[in-house]
């Protein structure tokens, strides 16, 4: 048995395009402080989410762009699409980014956190980073897929920047597969328990710093609003693990990472996608991907 046979293929669909819609969120207002749903802990959770993705998501593009040389065309086609939205995703949040502190956040320390994070992996290994990157691709997925299949996410959020995160969510959704495809062809010589020892030891330190470090950052942005101590924790644990409680919605969705024939599209949820497109006229396709 060759190395390529040995090693799982790449079940994304053959159907599957991956189309950047460039659009703009929020610009031309004020974005309230608690802009979801007048709740400090839910705009404490989105806000400290948001503060990631200007670093994140360039962290993202940097580190599946190194193995693009070695990709097929078509694995590099979705490259240079996947790289397109993602930049625009940056775009947009560091927009909002900006909103929020307008409004008087300082997400300073929160991207501060996220830089001394990536600064850790850039000091690896290439493919350090482009492990970390698919298995938080898969997390920003599932997180995706959640948000757009449970309207009580953004129940009563600002329809603006509501907009925002359904836009990122089905983008999300549409490129997951791109970093795992990226991650099978750049470790395709390697033998099968190798590769998941690695991912699986890369997706349990990520999924602990995420949480830690999202939680940590949600309960920065509660201080700055004058909310302290035992509520402050309560309310956003409440909030993160019980009602809506995404974080333990998605841990079925998480564990399924770690079964030996995983693979993003094991799962495929274009149906969100389609249903958001149809029930929002400017949800259009407006450029090709680079
Ligand atoms: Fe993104
Ligand atoms: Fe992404």
């Not at 691709?137 to 953004?154: S, V, Y």
């Amino acid at each position: 048995m060759t190395a390529a046979s040995a090693t799982r293929i790449s079940v994304t669909p053959a159907d599957l395009t991956i189309t950047p819609r460039d659009r703009r969120f929020g610009r031309d207002e004020a974005t309230p402080r608690w802009w979801h749903g007048n709740d400090p802990v839910a705009s404490a959770l989105y806000n400290a989410l948001s503060a990631t993705f200007p670093l994140g998501e360039a962290f993202f593009v940097e580190s599946v762009r190194k193995y693009r040389d070695g990709a097929e065309p078509r694995l590099a086609g979705e490259i240079a699409a996947f790289t397109t939205q993602e930049v625009i995703h940056s775009r947009e949040h560091l927009a909002f980014n900006r909103r929020a502190g307008d409004s008087g956040y300082d997400l300073a320390p929160l991207e501060a956190k996220v830089a001394e994070r990536l600064a850790l992996l850039r000091s690896k290994p290439p493919i350090a980073s482009l492990a970390a990157t698919m298995c938080l691709e898969h997390f920003t997925a599932i997180l995706a897929h959640e948000l757009l299949a449970d309207p009580r996410h953004l129940a009563g959020a600002d329809p603006a920047t509501a907009e925002l995160w359904r836009w990122h969510a089905a983008e999300e959704i549409e490129h997951k597969g791109v970093a795992y495809d990226t991650w099978l062809n750049a470790t395709k010589a390697w033998p099968r328990g190798k590769r998941w020892r690695v991912k699986a030891k890369v997706m349990m330190l990520v999924t602990r710093n995420f949480i830690v470090d999202r939680t940590a950052g949600a309960i920065e942005l509660l201080r700055q609003d004058g909310m302290f101590g035992a509520r402050a924790w309560a309310n956003l644990l409440w909030y993160q693990w019980v009602r809506p409680g995404m974080f333990r919605a998605i841990f079925s969705a998480w564990a399924k990472f770690f079964a030996p024939r995983f693979h993003p599209w094991n799962v495929d949820d274009r149906a969100l996608i389609a249903d958001y497109g149809a029930n929002d006229a400017t949800f259009r396709k407006v450029r090709s991907a680079a």
